[in-house]
C-alpha cells in the first residue's frame, strides 16, 4: 500500500542486505583500507588506546574479542557489528597495531558506503572541496548563523574553477583502489630541514578559523621564509576521505594533482616544503608521498593525471612541512619576535590525532609546548593530551542527527578536564580540533594565532576572535590583549 511504513525488522534486513553488499563490493575491490585484515591475530594491542573505546574488550574480558569480531565479519562478507558513529578516526590502532592492520581503517570504508557519501561527494565535484556551505550545519547555534555569513563574505572558497574542473574530471572516472600497492606503516621522516621556500596550503577547515591562516602567512613572512599559494589547488581529499566522501584513490589523485599544481608554482630545483595549518592535509600530503614512491603507483596516477594534463615526475623533490615541524627549527627567532609575553594566561595544549598518525607514534612530540612557551603563556600538563578531543566527524554527524549539544564520551571527558584545571584557553595545532573544542563551549586558538598575538597581530583583524563561537574576549582581557 502507498506510504505504508516498512516494519522496523524489515527495515533492519534491508539494511544489513545493502551494507552486506557494500562489505563484499570493497572486498572483491580489494580495497587497500581491508586489505590486511586477514594479518590480525586478535592480539588486543589496539584496545587500550582506543580513546572511543569502540575496542572494549567483550563480555568475557577478553581484550582481542572486537578485533577478531571484526576481522570475521569480513570473512564472511558481513558488515562488522560496529556503532560506526562512534569512532573518531584518529587512528591509534593502527599506529600501535605490530601488524599494521587498521580497524579505524575498515570502519572508514565501510562508513564511506553507507552514511555521508552523498553530501560531501557532491561537494567534491561540485567544488572540488568542501565550500563554506558544508559547514553551515554547525552554525545552528544562536547568533552562530551571523558569523558565517561574516566569514563566507569576507573568505569565500579560493578555488579557481579551472581546479574545480579538473578535481571533477578527475574523480568521475574513478581509479580502483586495489591498482596501489600500499605499504603498512608509513616510513620514518626524516627530520626537515630549514626551508628557504614553502607552498602554503589552503586548507578547507580554514573557513572556520581564517585567523589561523592569516595568522600562519604573518609568520612566515616575518621569518622570512618565502611561501607561495595558488588558486588552482584543491582540497586534498583528506577531510572528506576520513568523513566519508572520498575513497583511497580519490584521496590519492586529488592530492597528486595538487603537487603537480605546486610543483608549476616552483623554478625548477631545490625542495619543495608543504606547509599549512592542517595535520589533515600533512596527513594526506605525506601518505601520498610514500604510495607516489613506488614506480608502479605513480604510473597508475600519472595515467589518472594526464586526463587533465597533468603529472607528478620526482615526488622526492617534496616534503611535508607541518607547522609543528617546522616553528620549532625556528624558535631563537621567534622568541626576538614576540613583543607582548602572554603571562598569566593559562593554557593546555593538545596535539591532533592526525599529527601524531602521520609520524607513527602515540607519543606526544614536543613541538606544541615549545611553541606556546615562546610565547610566556603557562602550560598545565594533563594525560588528556594523548586523548582525540572527540572528533569533526562526530560533530558534523550530531548537527545533522538533530542533536548538537549531546556531547560525545570523549566530548564530556576533555572538557570535564578543562574546567577541572581551571584553563583560560586550549591550543591546538589543528583547525579541526579548534572546531570540536569551540562547538564545547571551551575558549580555543590555533597554535599559528596564539603566536602572532604574542607578536603583535591585531586580535580582530589578523586572528579574527570575533569568528570564534566561544568567546576570547575573557581570557585575553586579562592579559590586556583587546
Do not use: W
Amino acid at each position: 500500500m502507498p506510504g505504508r511504513a516498512i516494519p522496523a525488522p524489515d527495515q533492519e534486513m534491508i539494511r544489513n542486505a545493502i551494507t552486506d553488499g557494500a562489505i563484499r563490493h570493497l572486498l572483491h575491490e580489494e580495497d587497500p583500507r581491508l586489505r590486511n585484515f586477514r594479518l590480525c591475530n586478535a592480539c588486543g594491542s589496539c584496545t587500550p588506546y582506543c580513546p572511543a573505546r569502540i575496542n572494549d574488550p567483550g563480555a568475557n574480558g577478553d581484550p582481542g574479542y572486537l578485533a577478531r569480531r571484526v576481522t570475521a565479519a569480513l570473512q564472511a562478507g558481513r558488515r562488522p557489528g560496529l556503532d560506526l558513529a562512534e569512532c573518531v578516526q584518529c587512528y591509534s590502532c593502527e599506529t600501535v597495531c605490530p601488524r599494521s592492520v587498521s580497524i579505524g581503517g575498515i570502519i572508514n570504508a565501510v562508513y564511506e558506503t553507507e552514511r555521508l557519501q552523498p553530501v560531501f561527494r557532491r561537494m567534491l565535484l561540485d567544488r572540488g572541496g568542501l565550500p563554506p556551505r558544508a559547514f553551515l550545519p554547525l552554525y545552528t547555534g544562536r547568533g552562530h548563523l551571523r558569523k558565517f555569513i561574516a566569514k563566507a563574505i569576507r573568505y569565500p572558497y579560493p578555488a579557481d574553477g579551472r581546479a574545480i574542473d579538473e578535481a571533477r574530471r578527475l574523480l568521475l572516472r574513478p581509479v580502483d583502489a586495489s591498482a596501489f600497492s600500499v605499504p603498512g606503516h608509513l616510513p620514518l621522516r626524516q627530520p626537515l630541514a630549514r626551508p628557504d621556500r614553502v607552498f602554503h596550503l589552503n586548507s578547507c577547515c580554514a573557513f572556520n578559523y581564517p585567523g589561523a591562516d592569516l595568522s600562519q602567512k604573518m609568520i612566515l613572512a616575518a621569518l622570512g621564509i618565502r611561501y607561495e599559494t595558488s588558486r588552482m589547488q584543491t582540497c586534498c581529499g583528506g577531510a572528506p576521505h576520513y568523513m566519508g566522501g572520498a575513497g583511497f584513490a580519490d584521496r590519492l589523485l586529488l592530492t597528486a594533482r595538487n603537487l603537480s599544481v605546486i610543483h608549476d608554482a616552483f623554478e625548477p630545483g631545490g625542495e619543495i616544503a608543504v606547509t599549512g595549518i592542517c595535520p589533515t592535509c600533512s596527513d594526506s600530503y605525506a601518505a601520498a608521498l610514500d604510495v607516489l614512491s613506488h614506480n608502479a603507483n605513480r604510473e597508475v596516477v600519472n595515467e589518472a593525471l594526464a586526463r587533465i594534463g597533468r603529472e607528478v615526475t620526482d615526488p622526492g623533490a617534496f616534503s611535508v612541512a607541518n607547522v609543528l615541524d617546522l616553528y620549532p627549527l625556528y624558535l631563537d627567532e621567534l622568541r626576538r619576535l614576540v613583543e607582548t609575553r602572554l603571562t598569566g594566561l593559562a593554557v593546555g595544549v593538545h596535539v591532533s590525532c592526525h599529527y601524531r598518525k602521520m609520524n607513527g607514534t602515540l607519543a606526544v612530540p614536543p613541538g606544541l609546548q615549545d611553541l606556546t612557551a615562546v610565547t610566556g603563556a603557562k602550560i598545565t600538563r594533563s594525560v588528556m593530551e594523548h586523548y582525540c578531543c572527540g572528533g569533526v566527524k562526530n560533530l558534523f554527524d550530531r548537527h545533522r542527527n538533530g542533536r548538537p549539544g549531546e556531547l560525545s564520551r570523549l566530548n564530556r571527558l576533555v572538557r570535564r578536564d578543562f574546567m577541572n584545571r581551571r584553563l583560560d584557553v586550549m591550543v591546538v595545532d589543528c583547525p579541526g580540533c579548534e572546531l570540536v573544542y569551540d562547538h564545547m563551549g571551551v575558549p580555543v586558538l590555533h597554535i599559528t594565532e596564539l603566536l602572532a598575538l604574542a607578536m603583535g597581530a591585531d586580535p580582530r583583524e589578523t586572528v579574527c576572535i570575533q569568528g570564534h563561537l566561544t568567546s576570547l574576549s575573557p581570557a585575553l582581557d586579562r592579559i590586556g590583549i583587546r
